[in-house]
């Protein structure tokens, strides 16, 4: 079964920066799509960030654009979210998932939507002075 994990978490100070990656345990027949979500405690899960894989679409939340950035390297299997000028909002576990469906070209930060369907364990982002 293809697993997701997550790494690159940590803590930083306001204003740092840090990568996350995504690494998928095996190769995949078709094109599926990425996305980032993260979830504070006591907190819905809010989407981040998505990128077709290989990439040819991104799309972010509002309150990252200009600040995150998504990118892929498919030889290496692994999505990257690079994060700059960190907030202490941007506190939150960060999760990467797999749309259910290959070839939709589909990329959205809809954490309602139920589409995405494997999901890794999550690493802790903590943006602190």
């Known amino acids: 079964q293809l697993q997701l994990v997550e790494s690159g978490g940590g803590l930083v100070q306001p204003g740092g920066s840090l990568r996350l990656s995504c690494a998928a345990s095996?190769?995949?027949?078709?094109?599926?799509?990425i996305g980032w979500f993260r979830q504070a405690p006591g907190k819905e899960r809010e989407g981040v960030a998505c990128i077709t894989y290989p990439g040819s679409r991104t799309n972010y939340v509002d309150s990252v654009k200009g600040r995150f950035a998504v990118s892929e390297d498919y030889n290496k299997r692994t999505v990257y979210l690079q994060m700059n000028s960190l907030k202490p909002e941007d506190t939150a576990v960060y999760y990467c998932a797999r749309g259910s469906t290959p070839n939709s070209g589909l990329c959205t930060v809809d954490a309602t939507t139920g589409w995405y369907q494997i999901w890794g364990q999550g690493t802790q982002v903590t943006v602190s002075s």
């Open positions: 095996r190769l995949t027949v078709g094109y599926y799509t």
